[in-house]
């Protein structure tokens, strides 16, 4: 772990190579598991503000889940998160040609509304989590990610690399430099 300010970042950022294979994993995260994605309390508002401008780019199932549990929901740990349609698929997911994709994210990029997607599905697989008054970056591993691993070190890319928009959107331009500075002198002390 390394202490970049309040945060602390897992050094599997750094060793690790990532970037999303869509072609392999059809999106899974977005329609696997337990519950919706993680929101925070900011996120819960914009997403019930902006719940009708989203609603035109989502499935018909979507829409009635949302209808019916609201913009979000809390999880049986008492968190906030996306509603789930049925069982496994978030609420604001649409399939693309068979890949698993964002509504929230094609609202954005269709100018409908300003926010881009939860900052837990932006910043995957980094999760956060918190640690006394620090927040802690963790990489989280899922066997349906594997094509990712590959794919990223074809490119010679670091998960934090990879993730560079959504860290800046999340921690600011001045953490993620930092978190680049990082990276250069533990590539350097590989190197000696």
């Given at each position: 772990?390394?202490?970049?300010?309040?945060?602390?970042?897992?050094?599997?950022?750094?060793?690790?190579?990532?970037?999303?294979?869509?072609?392999?994993?059809?999106?899974?995260?977005?329609?696997?598991?337990?519950?919706?994605?993680?929101?925070?309390?900011?996120?819960?508002?914009?997403?019930?503000k902006n719940l009708d401008k989203i609603?035109?780019?989502?499935?018909?199932?979507?829409?009635?889940?949302?209808?019916?549990?609201?913009?979000?929901?809390?999880?049986?740990?008492?968190?906030?998160?996306?509603?789930?349609?049925?069982?496994?698929?978030?609420?604001?997911?649409?399939?693309?040609?068979?890949?698993?994709?964002?509504?929230?994210?094609?609202?954005?990029?269709?100018?409908?509304?300003?926010?881009?997607?939860?900052?837990?599905?932006?910043?995957?697989?980094?999760?956060?989590?918190?640690?006394?008054?620090?927040?802690?970056l963790n990489y989280h591993r899922w066997?349906?990610?594997?094509?990712?691993?590959?794919?990223?070190?074809?490119?010679?890319?670091?998960?934090?690399?990879?993730?560079?928009?959504?860290?800046?959107?999340?921690?600011?331009?001045?953490?993620?430099?930092?978190?680049?500075?990082?990276?250069?002198?533990?590539?350097?002390?590989?190197?000696?």
């Open positions: 772990m390394i202490q970049i300010g309040d945060k602390i970042v897992s050094a599997e950022l750094f060793e690790n190579y990532f970037v999303c294979h869509l072609d392999k994993c059809k999106g899974l995260c977005c329609v696997y598991g337990d519950a919706g994605a993680p929101l925070s309390e900011e996120e819960t508002g914009i997403l019930e609603k035109p780019f989502l499935r018909n199932e979507g829409i009635a889940a949302l209808d019916e549990k609201g913009a979000w929901e809390f999880d049986t740990d008492g968190d906030r998160v996306t509603p789930l349609m049925g069982h496994d698929d978030c609420a604001y997911s649409i399939l693309d040609n068979g890949i698993a994709r964002c509504g929230i994210e094609n609202a954005y990029n269709s100018d409908a509304i300003e926010f881009r997607k939860p900052a837990s599905c932006h910043l995957y697989p980094i999760r956060l989590s918190k640690i006394g008054g620090n927040i802690a066997d349906v990610c594997k094509p990712a691993l590959k794919l990223g070190k074809d490119y010679n890319l670091p998960v934090f690399r990879f993730l560079k928009d959504a860290l800046t959107r999340e921690f600011g331009e001045e953490f993620y430099n930092e978190m680049e500075e990082v990276y250069r002198e533990w590539k350097k002390s590989e190197l000696e």
